[in-house]
């Protein structure tokens, strides 16, 4: 089973045009050995995998090992691609799931580069790299609504029901029950969701890595980093996906709102902001 970092090895830096034939099957052989990597991920996530093993996805992935039949001839090779390519583009007009898309939209990439459009390679690949951190940022947003007691559903009826029946004691020591086993509930959440999304980080890297191949400019594709802390407890209290635009500026979000950080020797300063992360 291949590695994330070896699809980024095995594309030519800045080709400039239509692959060699040893880096092509290098580079064909390395994306169908991504599959197991890709399925492992998304059973990481509990999301559905069939759309991977069958439908026009299967189709495509087919036409790309029938490239690399020994007896193929160069121009059957590039029909077999562009009937792949074909294939992965009907797979991204039914799909949903943003880390599934950003698989298809990879693959599309690899096609596309294998044909010798570097450009198509380009924008595909930027698609997969924006839809795998937008899959993070979504786990990110569902965790954070298990955050706080006011979050719960369960809550509001049961201080009421303090409220109107029990002493202000009891209902402080009620309270205080009812934060302590909601944090419990809120850490495990947030703890299965930091797997999901440091499994998702890696996968995020290895996009920008394969982009900054494929000929873009560094300070056109975003970095990120993910943190986290913890509580008294010990528990995971917060995530914060990181997106640095230089030395000295960055956009961070927590799964509630999106801050962007400039910094310099002297000072730091935070804004709220809606740009992008």
Known sequence: ??????????????????????????LLETLLGLHEAQLTLLRGLHRDVRPLQEGPFLAGRLHLEAVRAPQATRDEQMERLKSARS??????????????????????????LLLGAERDAREWTQLAHRTAVEAMKDILVEA?????????????????????????????????FWDRVLSKRTGTVMRRALGQMQALADYVDMLGEVRLRLGELPHDVARYELTHGVDEQQSVARITIRKLISDREAIYFNGRETRKVTWNDQERSEVITRELI
């Open 1 to 26: 089973m291949a590695k994330w970092d070896d699809l980024v090895l095995a594309i030519p830096p800045h080709a400039g045009g239509r692959s060699q034939a040893p880096a092509a099957v290098t």
């Open 87 to 112: 294939c992965f583009t009907e797979a991204m007009g039914t799909e949903r799931d943003k880390a599934r898309l950003s698989f298809i939209a990879l693959h599309l990439g690899l096609c596309w």
């Open 144 to 176: 954070s609504k298990h955050q706080g007691l006011t979050q719960n559903r369960y809550l509001d009826p049961a201080l009421t029901f303090f409220m109107f029946f029990t002493s202000t004691a009891t209902l402080g020591a009620g309270y205080l």
